[in-house]
């Protein structure tokens, strides 16, 4: 364990090593942190990256107290799980060294404030969805998020509680007023399981909770439900648990450090429910000092980036950024099949019958939702229970639009509730007659809206304001079943994001979306500029830096996403050992050239070579092989192929066969087996896909996965209307050519793929890029140059048996002792 400084920063790094990529990297971040900008880090897997990257931006933190949060984003909860794990020893690590120094000035008699030397300790959570965080077992037993969601929801609604509390009042005679909101008696009444129908555990976060409920510490997910769950009150001395999935939602505010998904930060709706959202002025809303500790009003006033004219002083970090771009477009983009808008026709009657429900029993309530409207967006629907109500207050659109929008007026012709499920009907109607069609239809949202226009004879300038329309409609009606709704939810977000952007959006029907023959219409409002949901993240933080294990060419990415980054660069990886062995196989045995392309695909002889090339391996590697190929199609055909001749029944004489499947369960339960079978020493082989779960998210380190094959080049379906669409929007608007952005994606993915299985220093495996068009030059010089270094001239055109000889040459080498190099400490130590 070392400290040691990067110009003014002391760092504390939790372990005995500091490799010299760690130290180049940590002085790329130190740059960009300095800068007040942004960067592009391509660091090699099983380096370190993420205890580097918190162990030098907490250590900045530290350094500079003006410093906002660390916003680390990654893809999955396990990752989220890892990287909060990773943080708790580095601080850990800190609150002992700061205590040594502590301890130390006593010692020798220095007088130190209380301020001069911090304990080091800091609040970092990881936020996630009801699911992972709830505790109430009647909602949490639902095995459907969807369900778990409106569970929650009518156990929480401001309506709901208002009427369980109104009637409990009633019933209780005794009591002369209205309970107060922090009252003990209601809190053992909720211990008790005296107020029913309501969730106990929000109750309780909505009376008592604060953000010193929570001690300073780092939580995962599971420490962060389970302090929830064995909360004891201080007064009480009681066991009183409360609801993580909302604390989170504060404690965001306060913590230092916040770990979450891609779509909080991206995703404008997911954004918004989660605080996150908005323009940079409303992410001041609540305050966090350097302690970490709640601030009042005239703090956030004070940090309001409006009055000091900056961004927010914080930190956005993603991790694994090698897709960002393609999570950008997805974030806005929207599909909607038939059956999707006959729900939506059945919602709109829905809505009609519980408007004149409401007018017969409350009309006063559905007046008074029009005279808001009348006054304006600014004063719709608030209120005070805004936690609850998030997914009312969503916005499918961008926080810069959404504040465009709330300057202006609802148009009059969507005020009154009839009018407006009159053209949501009309509009309905329109995308249902749309819909039918045989042959692919593609139009630009101009062309859509024109057309819109004309036929059903409405002003297309009030669509932007469907989606904020309907919720407000669902808000006065109290609907808390937001699922039943979606179809028409959908609709609504499908109209606002076509009327809010005129440009980086394509309108796609496909009438055969899934296979040839099989008709089942589609329309697709694909976002084609990945620039759009990241530009308010530029303008509202400080830095941002994406960082990944394969980013390789770099160059590319800030062209995608509109920055300019201060640092782009790509660190090599130092090794005492060569330990990997990338190689290029461009022929079979017979010397009949290996490709996947389309034009090869159905030759029986190509799909043979590839067989005998995976046996023959087989027979030589120990342990775990994991073999990719491009698509599910092309697996199942040269499976099918290889169970007929014979092969895949040689390949099981040595390796158990597994196999990724499109339902995550068999998947999760063949990977299961596959470890345990490489455990026991049998050995497996795990076929999968190169741009699925598994490609994008499973480690195979150590003996999991001593060889990775990856079968062709992963390249998009090029026919995909989609893609066509994007590779021209990209030619047009960012000059990059089609072969250019097919090459630089289908590597990206090929690197991912290859990285799976080195995961440390002392690992150690093949890598085996099975395709003649990896020995060209426009293909290789686009793999990670920590993979480049080790790939020798003489390994990138082989034949299947000079493949095997190599691979069993390097097998050879690393199953000596492996003596890694001592620290110093540990020389010292041995010295003694």
């Not at 007040?36 to 530290?62: A, D, N, R, W």
């Not at 908005?278 to 940090?303: C, D, E, P, R, W």
């Not at 949202?445 to 297309?460: A, G, K, R």
Request: glycine fraction near 4%.
């Amino acid at each position: 364990m070392v400290r040691f400084f990067i110009e003014e920063v002391e760092v504390f790094f939790p372990y005995d090593y500091v490799y010299p990529e760690q130290l180049e990297y940590m002085k790329y971040l130190k740059q960009i942190l300095d800068a007040h900008s942004h960067g592009v880090l391509e660091m090699p897997t099983g380096t370190g990256k993420t205890v580097t990257l918190f162990s030098f931006i907490t250590s900045y933190q530290l350094a500079h107290p003006n410093l906002g949060r660390l916003i680390y984003c990654t893809r999955t909860v396990a990752e989220m799980e890892k990287a909060l794990l990773e943080l708790k020893t580095v601080i850990n690590y800190r609150i002992k060294e700061l205590q040594k120094d502590k301890l130390a000035l006593q010692e020798t008699n220095i007088s130190t404030s209380e301020n001069e030397i911090l304990n080091g300790s800091i609040l970092a959570i990881g936020m996630s969805a009801r699911r992972n965080l709830c505790i109430n077992p009647s909602v949490i037993s639902n095995s459907d998020r969807d369900k778990i969601d409106a569970m929650c929801r009518s156990m929480t609604a401001p309506w709901v509680r208002a009427k369980k509390s109104s009637t409990r009042l009633d019933n209780d005679k005794s009591r002369t007023q209205v309970i107060d909101r922090s009252s003990l008696q209601d809190i053992e009444d909720i211990i008790q399981g005296n107020w029913t129908d309501l969730c106990p555990y929000y109750e309780i976060f909505d009376k008592i909770w604060s953000s010193d409920t929570v001690p300073i510490g780092v939580y995962t997910i599971d420490e962060l439900r389970r302090f929830g769950k064995e909360w004891e009150h201080p007064t009480l001395k009681k066991n009183t648990p409360f609801c993580p999935y909302y604390s989170t939602k504060r404690l965001i505010q306060v913590a230092k450090v916040v770990v979450l998904n891609y779509q909080y930060t991206l995703d404008p709706k997911v954004a918004q429910a989660s605080l996150l959202g908005g323009t940079v002025s409303q992410g001041f809303s609540h305050g966090s000092n350097i302690n970490g500790k709640q601030a009042g009003g005239s703090y956030a006033a004070a940090l309001d980036p409006e009055l000091l004219g900056s961004k927010e002083p914080s930190i956005v970090v993603f991790d694994e950024a090698h897709n960002i771009d393609n999570i950008c477009t997805e974030a806005l983009s929207v599909n909607i099949n038939r059956q999707a808008l006959d729900g939506a026709s059945r919602n709109l009657k829905s809505l009609k019958n519980e408007i004149n429900k409401l007018a017969e029993i409350d009309e006063k309530r559905l007046q008074e939702e029009y005279n808001r409207l009348v006054r304006g967006l600014k004063s719709t629907g608030q209120i005070e229970d805004d936690l609850v109500l998030e997914e009312l207050q969503r916005f499918p659109v961008l926080p810069a639009e959404v504040e465009k929008l709330k300057k202006e007026l609802i148009p009059g012709s969507i005020r009154k509730a009839e009018h407006f499920l009159l053209i949501m009907k009309k509009i309905t109607l329109y995308l249902q007659n749309y819909i039918r069609v045989f042959t692919p239809k593609i139009e630009g949202p101009l062309t859509f809206l024109n057309h819109l226009e004309s036929s059903c004879m409405i002003d297309v300038n009030i669509i932007r304001f469907c989606d904020e329309r309907l919720r407000s409609l669902m808000n006065t009606l109290q609907i808390i079943d937001m699922d039943q709704y979606s179809p028409i939810e959908l609709v609504c977000t499908f109209c606002t994001i076509l009327g809010t952007y005129s440009k980086g959006f394509v309108i796609i029907v496909d009438p055969y979306p899934e296979v040839t023959g099989l008709y089942d219409p589609i329309i697709q409002l694909s976002c084609l500029d990945s620039s759009i949901a990241m530009k308010p993240i530029l303008d509202r933080y400080q830095s941002i830096v994406l960082t990944s294990g394969t980013l390789s060419p770099l160059d590319l990415y800030p062209k995608l996403l509109g920055f300019d980054p201060v640092v782009s660069e790509s660190l090599s990886m130092t090794l005492d050992r060569t330990c990997i062995c990338p190689m290029i196989v461009t022929r079979g045995s017979d010397q009949v050239p290996l490709s996947s392309r389309y034009e090869s695909r159905e030759d029986s002889t190509i799909q043979q070579n590839y067989g005998k090339l995976v046996l023959e391996i087989s027979k030589k590697v120990p342990d775990g092989i994991v073999c990719f190929f491009p698509s599910y199609l092309y697996m199942e055909q040269v499976l099918g192929q290889w169970y007929e001749s014979g092969i895949l029944a040689q390949i099981m004489e040595h390796k158990l066969v597994f196999v990724e499947t499109k339902d995550i369960v068999s998947t999760t339960l063949a990977l299961h087996h596959f470890r345990k079978a490489c455990d026991i020493g049998r050995g497996g082989i795990f076929f999968s896909i190169a741009r699925g779960k598994v490609a994008e998210g499973i480690d195979f380190d150590r003996h999991y996965g001593r060889c990775v094959i990856l079968v062709g080049i992963p390249y998009q379906y090029t026919l995909s209307r989609i893609l066509q669409s994007r590779l021209s929007f990209l030619k047009e608007n960012y000059n990059i050519e089609e072969n250019e952005f097919l090459t630089f994606d289908a590597m990206r993915q090929a690197s991912q793929c290859v990285g799976r299985i080195i995961r440390s220093k002392a690992d150690y495996g093949l890598m085996i890029l099975a395709d003649q068009r990896y020995s060209k030059k426009d293909k290789r010089e686009k793999l990670p140059p920590w993979i480049l270094k080790y790939l020798k001239q003489e390994y990138c055109s082989l034949s299947t048996d000079m493949a095997v000889n190599i691979a069993l040459n390097f097998l050879k080498q690393m199953s000596q002792p492996y003596k890694k190099q001592l620290s110093m400490a540990e020389i010292n130590q041995r010295k003694t």
